[in-house]
């Protein structure tokens, strides 16, 4: 999809870094928003606008709803709303640190920052549990279709919707697990990658499998592991033509549809929650025609 940004579609960096930012009070954001346009190109920056930001200029992007925010059966599963997001791409560390820099000062008149996560590829595209994250992402065309907005309206096309949940392992609590029970957990075989057919109806993949949800719930998953000095997790990144094939699957993790929690919250659990916009390109600038810019 030649309008989409890049960095949606394309492999997983080895580098990443997430910011958040919070619209700052009384601020009118519209030159900021486009010096982003000009400097970000899509695929060492992928740009999302959150609902917030399109209510404050006025705008409403069809789809873009609120995170939901679930309570109950032992787990919560928070929504935390921001108002712009850039996931910066790269293979080099030091050049993020330094474009992170420039982004946040360019918004700094009307955003302020109010999240930074460091992210990185682990081995082949593992989670730091060691499982292969990614195996059954749609592929090709199919890819494309699930992930970007086919739609003749300018500013609209190309597009994409992004869920970005910042969840955090007790990585302790997994290690003691017995590896049967870790591959229960999953739904997978750890040492081979192989689908387990007799996994409790509790397992990861079980809860999410795409094409048991009428219709099917393709999603286009770009997660990365994430750590900090005292912490580490899963930045979960999925892309969708639209939020409902997400929506779906999310509720029914945690418990929402059946009472049955994905068995994932027994050693992880999200801390973050939000809903973006990711707009198309025109030429190497976003286009932002949608959000009147
Ligand atoms: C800590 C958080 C998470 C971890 C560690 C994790 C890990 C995994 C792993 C290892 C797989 C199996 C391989 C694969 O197909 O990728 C998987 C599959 C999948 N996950 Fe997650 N996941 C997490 C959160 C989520 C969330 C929040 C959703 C959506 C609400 C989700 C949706 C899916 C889907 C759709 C699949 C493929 C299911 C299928 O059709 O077979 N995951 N995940």
Known sequence: ?????????????????????????GARPQSELKFLAAIADGKACVVGVGALLAFALQKEIGGLKPFPHYRGHGVEVPST????????????????????????????PAFEVSGSIDAFKYDRGLDLTGYEDGTENPKG?????????????????GASFVAVQQWVHDLDRFAAMPHKQQDDTIGRRKR???????????????????????????????SMPWADAKQAGLMFVA???????????????????????????????????????????????????????
């Open 1 to 25: 999809m030649k309008t989409a940004q890049a960095g949606i579609l394309a492999a997983i960096p080895s580098h990443a870094r997430y910011l958040t930012f919070a619209l700052k009070q």
């Open 239 to 293: 892309f969708g033509k639209s939020l409902d094939a997400f929506d779906v699957q999310l509720k029914r993790m945690a418990g929402a549809e059946d009472g049955t929690v994905d068995a994932l919250f027994t050693f992880t659990r999200p801390v973050t929650g939000a809903y973006y916009w990711c707009p198309p390109m025109r030429g190497r600038r976003l286009d932002l025609r949608a959000i009147g810019l």
């Open 141 to 157: 065309k199919k890819a494309v279709a699930a992930a970007i907005v086919n739609d003749k309206r300018p500013g609209l096309g």
């Open 192 to 222: 081979d990658n192989k689908e387990l057919g007799s996994a409790p109806a509790s397992a990861h993949v079980k809860r999410t499998a795409q094409e048991s949800f009428t219709p099917e719930a393709l999603v286009w998953r770009r």
């Open 81 to 108: 709303p921001a108002a712009l997001w850039c996931w910066l791409r790269g293979e080099d560390r030091g050049e993020i640190v330094l474009r992170a820099h420039a982004i946040e000062k360019l918004l700094a």
